[in-house]
């Protein structure tokens, strides 16, 4: 099914641990970011990406690290989990340009929790 | 940065009625996308509609980007309509979708 995946669905991780969250897209989208959900508050961008190779800063980069080496992945690196970044994590993409059928696809989410 | 403000916060609405979400937005915008929450967490993109009016059966989107507001109407609600409404917006010059603060929506049968 063409789509967003992201994985894992749920994670428990330790302060100071490090991981990355996985997200693939299928759609030849260019356009690709991450966003974090708080309990009762709307989507925060973290980082995001125009194509391959290119990413840039969001609302809330501190913390995390990212990279676009192909156009289907776009990995969430933590690299030093903190219980402040317990939060859902949602990656989107969509097409650079709108056209027909634009809009932002988003994956089910990552549930983290740093204890 | 841009303000993006959603209302009312919460709305609960009987099966059948009509409503009318609101988001108001402090800067001209390239793009404007209306997006619903499902009680799972489920993100679905409902519009992109930047300017003018679109219609998805018991729903429609209007935005006058002018006066820097958009509305998305929902028309004889369905339980199935609970959740969150989201309006994300898209500042001139920059390639980041900023999302509102969104509207809690339960429709009881």
């Known amino acids: 099914n063409a789509g967003v995946t992201q994985t894992p669905k749920f994670q428990v991780l330790k302060t100071g641990q490090s991981m990355t969250l996985q997200c693939a897209q299928d759609m030849n989208h260019e356009y690709m970011s991450w966003y974090r959900q708080d309990p009762g508050m709307g989507l925060r961008l973290i980082h995001y990406?125009?194509?391959?190779?290119?990413?840039d800063q969001g609302e809330v980069p501190n913390g995390y690290n990212v990279s676009r080496s192909t156009t289907e992945d776009f990995p969430l690196r933590l690299l030093s989990a903190a219980p402040s970044q317990t939060s859902v994590y949602f990656c989107a993409s969509s097409y650079s340009a709108p056209g027909p059928n634009y809009g932002y696809t988003f994956g089910s989410g990552t549930r983290l929790t740093v204890v | 940065g841009i303000q993006v403000e959603q209302s009312p916060p919460d709305l609960i609405l009987q099966e059948g009625a009509n409503s009318t979400l609101r988001c108001n937005f402090s800067?001209?915008?390239?793009?404007l996308q209306w997006f619903h929450q499902n009680p799972w967490g489920q993100l679905i993109n409902l519009f992109y509609?930047?300017?003018g009016t679109k219609q998805n059966g018991r729903l429609s989107a209007t935005t006058v980007a002018t006066e820097r507001y958009s509305l998305l109407y929902i028309s004889s609600s369905q339980t199935t309509d609970s959740g969150v409404y989201f309006c994300a917006v898209e500042p001139r010059d920059t390639d980041k979708l900023i999302f509102g603060t969104g509207t809690r929506l339960q429709v009881f049968p």
């Open positions: 990406s125009v194509g391959a190779g290119i990413t």
């Open positions: 509609i930047p300017s």
């Open positions: 800067d001209s915008v390239n793009n």
